[in-house]
């Protein structure tokens, strides 16, 4: 639930029917031109107040040290961030986010595309698909603390989930899913994969009711079967829907903190530390708000990197 | 003929085949969560696990309703989702207004700027927030959880509120100003009425996003009276010795109000989730 962005594509660079404030009359009154800066004060005070002082301050704190918990941080340069860099905790931390993302990723958009195209059938009636969707939205309705409790309760040694595979002979005993350092990640990542595919699938069907079609009649007149023209029509049109909300999926998936937290608290082992909950510990467990700092900044120039893709494939599209 | 009707059967089962496993997938562990909440504790691991049980019960939520900590979370929860979101849709509809209505310099870069605040990490700004808001005595307090909860809900909502002022027509302001009223005038009496439907969709998930946000209501809160309700649920966890059936309970509630406001207001909702995902 904290996918809490939309596609930037709605923004109006696109083609605003915004009316050139009557040249007229702006000149004749300069205060008007003024106007338009007023309407957007609230916004602008916000913007600088929660991101770019944030962000000016924590750049400043991870190029000192002993900050916020002592009156007088001393300049350090760089010694937060080698410190970070060659901390074998970060860089496992690193790995770990690296295989939680992209694990995720693909198997939100395999699931997203896959649920999405059985919505979208011509077979059954409007109101079974409704029904439907609703339940396959259910997943994304549910806050991150709730989804975390709930996989705890599934994935229990004594749990549902080992009773059923136990019961099928895939298992011989309950096994340990968060508390063995050889399956915590893939439990976490399971979960992430559950809670997060409804968002590519209402995405990906929106798309997919959009494709015209005339393209599939053409392509059946061809004599394409199904195979032929899910690879020559859906995938080509869904391409640019695909690449945007993947790479905004990593970057969310790299951001998510709470599931972790409340599932492993990044344990057993380190083996579910991610780069959100080695931050959180190097500042509100350990107190190291300087290293943690450096921490964000590397977290943050990471995000930096993926978004500067999405607005690239942004800009393709138009 | 009738090879092709049989096609189309055979397809047609396969299609619901894949639909109801799917949406076992989706809906077994919502399922599971509601029937624990209405077990005894000591029933919730049993073997073999059942749905219904004996001890099918509602004291979990006896338990949960009858705490006034408990409650505390969801007053709190309330009252920061709500002023989010009534200082969400006034903040934006301002900006959308300006956006929308204006061509002035500097109009792309403060756009750039509100979308890339969409993708900035709120682990790297939870560290500034917590020495900005301990300095202006904002720790532990509503005003703190409310401020920052806006760096999440503000760009989506300027980027919705903006693209929703694009699709009403000028001729609706022009015809205030015909009659002597300003740009405010015309905004606050045609433009944000019109508006309603749209502005619910964004109300709707602005509260959503307050309602769920964990790291800033577990960083920039120290004492329970001031705690929502993802930190009450994780409280929960560590407090007992494990009361599963009061943690699915508590759950249950703390999801309630988002389930009923993504149920009532559905269509609209999708509707201005996905506009983007379809231009693109």
Redesign the interface.
Known sequence: ??S???????????A??????TPGRARANPAR?L???A??S???V??V???I???V??VG?SFRDN??VQENPVFVGFANYAKVLTDLDFLAALKNTAVFISVSTVAHLV?GL??AM??N?Q??SGVTKAI?R??????W??????IA??????L?P???VN?VLQTLGLVQEGVNWLGDPGTALWAVTFANI?SGY?FFM??L???LQ?ISADLYEAAAVDGAGPLRRFLNVTLPQLR??IV??AVLDL?WT??Q??LIW?MTGGGPLNTTEM??TY??KQ??SEYE?AS??AA??I??LL??V??FF?VRQ?QR?R | MAGVKRRHTLAKAGVVTGLVLGGLFAALPVLWMLSTSFKSNGEVFQNPPQLITEGFSFDAYREILGNGEQLRFFLNSYIVAGAVTVLTLLVAVLAGFAFSRFTFPFQRTINAVIVSVQAVPPITLVIPYFGLVVALGLYNTYAGLILTHMVFTLPYAIIMTTAYLNTLPKELDESVKVDGGTGWTALWRILVPISVPGLIAVGVYTFMISWNEYLFALTLTRTNDMRTVPIGIQMLMGQHSYEWNQMMAMSILGSIPVLVLFLLFQRRFIGGLTAGAVKA
Do not use: K, N
Not at chain 1, 4 to 12: I, L, M
Not at chain 1, 149 to 154: A, N, Q, T, Y
């Open positions: 639930m904290t809490a962005h939309v596609e930037p594509v709605t923004a109006p660079q696109g605003p029917p915004a009316e050139r404030a031109r106007i338009p800066y309407y957007l609230p916004t602008i916000l913007v107040v929660l991101m002082v944030p962000i301050m924590v704190y900050v916020i699931l896959a649920f059985m919505l059938t077979l059954l439907f609703i339940v396959y939205i259910l997943p309705l549910f806050t991150i603390a709730v409790v709930i996989w705890r309760l599934l229990d004594a749990g549902v009773y559950w409804p209402i995405s069907l929106a798309a959009g640019p829907v945007s909300m970057i790299s951001q903190f709470a409340m780069l959100s931050t959180y500042a509100f708000f943690a700092s964000a900044v977290v943050l995000t930096m993926l978004a999405y942004q599209e």
